[in-house]
């Protein structure tokens, strides 16, 4: 018997400001104006997944022979701004008044050395992966059963990506010391040996099918969980803040300046 299934999927997992473009203005004396209250929440992921199974089983003697395998494809569009609205501070409701921020907290662009600009938010990638399988239910006696499989998986890594970059050294320490962060093709390399044993045993202790004894181990493997993925799009971008020195608004990171009208 062959049985095959074919699935697509798409989900959509959407967070807007509930003021676009306005962050939430907070003062020391604890004046709170109207505006975005989470400059977390600009949050846009959306994914498309196709999946593929397909299972054979079959009977021989005392041996119930089945296997299959399934491939998966995941491609990812998602939008993460952190910070991407930014948040004014002001020493009183007075300076606020009065245009006269005291900071501002963005986020920059790491790598931008002389005037700060915003950092790109979006990303794209797709991953695939597959699995496959055989496993034997044997019916050794009336009374034993045996369950004996093997299973491999095979998981995707994502595309490139801002990652830590190891320098040259002779030791590991030398070379963590001398590393940077730049591109790098993939965040890690595809383990390609998983393959996962599945033991099972049932026992009729009296034979007459009304106490069973059961038993199984098994080696499961699983994908990278999904926040390593959040974690080094961050890299691209700081969290910075811009203190008032002057009016109109100039704020300074680093070495660099830049006059803005606030």
Do not use: K
Not at 134 to 158: I, K
Not at 169 to 189: E, K, Q, Y
Not at 211 to 216: E, P, S, V, Y
Request: contains cysteine; glycine residues 10%.
């Amino acid at each position: 018997v062959n049985e095959a299934n074919f699935g697509w999927s798409s989900d959509l997992n959407e967070r807007v400001p509930q003021a676009a473009g306005v962050g939430e203005l907070r003062g020391p004396d604890r004046t709170v104006l109207p505006g975005n209250p989470d400059d977390l929440t600009e949050q846009n992921y959306t994914e498309n997944l196709f999946h593929a199974v397909d299972n054979f089983s079959m009977l021989l003697s005392r041996h119930h022979l089945v296997m299959g395998g399934d491939f998966q494809s995941v491609a990812s569009h998602s939008l993460l701004g952190v910070e991407r609205i930014g948040l004014f501070g002001f020493a009183s409701l007075a300076d606020f008044a009065a245009d006269i921020p005291q900071y501002l907290d963005t986020t920059v662009n790491r790598f931008n050395s002389t005037t700060p600009q915003a950092p790109d938010y979006t990303r794209a990638s797709r991953t695939n992966e597959f699995g496959l399988f055989v496993q034997d239910n044997w019916r050794v006696t009336p009374r034993l059963t045996l369950n004996l499989g093997l299973r491999y998986e095979s998981f995707g890594t994502p595309g490139a990506d801002l990652n830590f970059v190891p320098g040259v050294g002779a030791a590991p320490a030398a070379r963590v010391a001398a590393g940077t962060l730049g591109p790098s093709p993939i965040p890690f390399n595809r383990d390609g040996n998983n393959f996962a044993p599945r033991f099972g045993a049932a026992f009729d202790l009296f034979g007459n099918s009304r106490t069973i004894l059961r038993t199984g181990y098994g080696i499961f493997y699983d994908r990278v969980f999904g926040l390593i993925y959040d974690a080094l799009r961050q890299n691209a971008f700081v969290d910075e803040v811009f203190f008032n020195n002057s009016t109109p608004f100039r704020y300074q990171i680093g070495r660099a300046s830049c006059r803005e009208r606030v």
